[in-house]
C-alpha cells in the first residue's frame, strides 16, 4: 500500500521560512519522480514542485522560482520543500504526491494527505 505522509507546515510570518518533509512507503521511491502540490482555499489545486527520481531534474513553478527548493534523500525514502521568503499567497494545504515514471512527466497517481501552512503576520 502507498502511504504519503507529509509533516512540517505551520504558522509562519512573511518572510519566514518553514521545510516540509514527505515520508514515502509501499513502493520502491527511488524509481518514481515525487511531487509536491497546494490547494488554497476556494482554489483549485496546483502543481508547487517536483524532483526526478534521481534527483538531477526538477520543475518549480514560476510563482515560487527563487524562493522554494524541492530535495529528496532516496535513502531515507524522503522529499523535502524548502519554502523561504514565504508570502500570504503561499497559504494553502500542501501535500505530496508519487509520479508515474521516473521522470519528470507531470503524471501522479497517488497524493498523501496534506500539511496546512498558513503565513500571516
Known amino acids: 500500500e502507498v502511504q504519503l505522509q507529509a509533516s512540517g507546515g505551520g504558522l509562519v510570518q512573511p518572510g519566514g521560512s518553514l521545510r516540509l518533509s514527505c515520508a514515502a512507503s509501499?513502493?520502491?521511491?527511488?524509481?518514481?519522480?515525487m511531487g509536491w502540490f497546494r490547494q488554497a482555499p476556494g482554489k483549485e489545486r496546483e502543481g508547487v514542485s517536483s524532483?526526478?527520481?534521481?534527483?538531477?531534474?526538477?520543475y518549480v513553478r514560476e510563482s515560487v522560482k527563487g524562493r522554494f527548493t524541492i530535495s529528496r534523500d532516496n535513502a531515507r525514502n524522503t522529499v523535502y520543500l524548502q519554502m523561504n521568503n514565504l508570502k500570504p499567497e503561499d497559504t494553502a494545504d500542501y501535500y505530496c504526491?508519487?509520479?508515474?515514471?521516473?521522470?519528470?512527466?507531470?503524471?501522479?497517481?497517488?497524493w498523501g494527505q496534506g500539511t496546512l501552512v498558513t503565513v500571516s503576520s
Open positions: 504526491a508519487k509520479g508515474t515514471s521516473s521522470w519528470l512527466n507531470h503524471e501522479y497517481d497517488y
Open positions: 524532483v526526478s527520481s534521481s534527483g538531477g531534474a526538477s
Open positions: 509501499g513502493f520502491t521511491f527511488d524509481d518514481y519522480t
